[in-house]
C-alpha cells in the first residue's frame, strides 16, 4: 500500500505514518497564479491500495478542492483502490435541512467525493452518524471516547464523583458511551436552544452536578461560546470545577481567547484539526495511532470492529 497527504495536517499524517512504519508517498501541490491547484503524484501507484489523508477543516474549501484533484489524479494515475482518510469531515453540520430552500451540503460533499472515485471512507467522530448512509461504499467511524477516556484515567486517575455533560441533546448518547467508561459516572445535559449559526443560548442544566467534577464532552469545538456558557451554568449549579474534552478544535474567531477566559480549568483535544493557537489551557490528545491502527486492518483486510469498542 501506499500512504499520501494532502497539505491541511501535514504532522498528523506525518505522526500516522510514523506509527505505520511507512513514509509518505511523493505529492507535488502548487497554485497557479490564479489560484487554481495543481496536484501531481511523483511515483508509480499503479495496481496499488493507496490511502490519502485529508481534513477538510479550514480553510475549508480550499482542503476540499485540494483533495478532489488529488484523488482524481489517483484513479487516474491506476491505483487499484483508493481509501479516503478524512479525520474531520467538513460540512458536517449542514446534514438535513433545517430551513426552507437550503442545501443538505454534507450530501453534497458525498456526492462530489463519490463521483470522483473512492472504494471506502474512514472518518472519525462524524457530527451525524447518518452521513455515513450519503454514500454508498463502506464507511467507517472511528470513534475518539476510547482514546479520550484511557487519557483522562491516567491524567487523573484519583477524581472521583465525575459527571458527564453533554452540551446539547444530540451528544447525549455520546456523553452516554463515555459514562460508561467511567466509575459511578453520572451524566448531564444542556438545554441548548440554537439561535442562528455560530450563536446558542444555554437555558437550562438538566441533571445534577452538585460537589462533582463536571466533564463536558462534544465532538467539536467551534466558537467556543456554547461551551463557555455552560461551564459557568454548571459551576453555577454546585459543580466543584469543569473540564471539557471534544475530537476537533475548530476553535474558529476568539475561540481559545474565550476559554483561557473562561472557569474551565483544561480542555482536552484530539489532533484530528491542526492547532491555531496555542493555550496553557487547551492539551492536546494523539489519535494518530488509532487512525494508523485502522488503516493497518483495512490494508490487511482485517475487522475494524475492535477499534469501536
Not at 489523508?53 to 480550499?62: A, E, F
Amino acid at each position: 500500500m501506499k500512504l499520501f497527504s494532502g497539505r491541511s495536517n501535514l504532522e498528523f499524517s506525518e505522526s500516522v505514518a510514523k506509527n505505520l512504519n511507512l513514509k509518505l508517498g511523493k505529492l507535488q501541490i502548487s497554485k497557479f497564479a490564479d489560484g487554481e491547484f495543481y496536484v501531481q503524484i511523483n511515483e508509480n501507484i499503479r495496481g496499488l491500495h493507496v490511502f490519502i489523508l485529508q481534513s477538510t477543516c479550514r480553510p475549508v474549501n480550499d482542503n476540499y478542492m485540494e483533495l478532489f484533484l488529488i484523488l482524481d489524479a489517483l484513479k487516474r494515475a491506476s491505483a487499484q483502490e483508493i481509501t479516503l482518510v478524512m479525520p474531520y469531515y467538513g460540512y458536517a453540520r449542514q446534514d438535513r435541512k433545517s430551513n426552507p430552500r437550503v442545501p443538505i451540503s454534507a450530501k453534497c460533499m458525498a456526492d462530489i467525493i463519490s463521483t470522483i472515485g473512492i472504494n471506502r471512507l474512514l472518518v472519525v467522530d462524524l457530527h451525524s452518524p447518518q452521513i455515513q448512509g450519503f454514500f454508498n461504499i463502506p464507511v467507517d467511524n472511528l470513534f475518539a471516547i476510547p482514546t479520550l477516556t484511557d487519557f483522562w484515567k491516567k491524567t487523573f486517575p484519583k477524581k472521583k464523583d465525575i459527571v458527564i455533560v453533554s452540551p446539547d441533546a444530540g451528544g447525549a448518547e455520546r456523553a452516554r458511551s463515555f459514562a460508561q467508561k467511567i466509575p459511578n459516572a453520572n451524566v448531564a445535559m444542556i438545554d441548548k436552544r440554537r439561535l442562528k449559526a455560530n450563536q446558542s443560548k444555554a437555558l437550562n442544566l438538566i441533571g445534577n452536578v452538585k460537589n462533582k467534577t463536571a466533564l463536558i464532552l462534544d465532538d467539536m469545538i467551534d466558537t467556543a461560546g456554547t461551551l463557555c456558557e455552560a461551564s459557568v451554568k454548571i459551576l453555577e449549579s454546585g459543580a466543584t470545577e469543569v473540564f471539557a474534552l471534544a475530537t476537533h478544535p475548530l476553535f474558529s474567531g476568539s475561540a481559545i481567547e474565550k476559554i483561557q477566559n473562561s472557569p474551565i480549568k483544561k480542555v482536552f483535544i484530539t489532533n484530528t484539526i491542526p492547532l491555531v493557537k496555542k493555550s496553557e489551557k487547551i492539551e492536546t490528545v494523539d489519535i494518530a495511532p488509532l487512525v494508523a491502527d485502522a488503516i493497518q486492518r483495512i490494508a490487511n483486510k482485517e475487522s475494524i470492529s475492535f477499534l469501536f469498542q
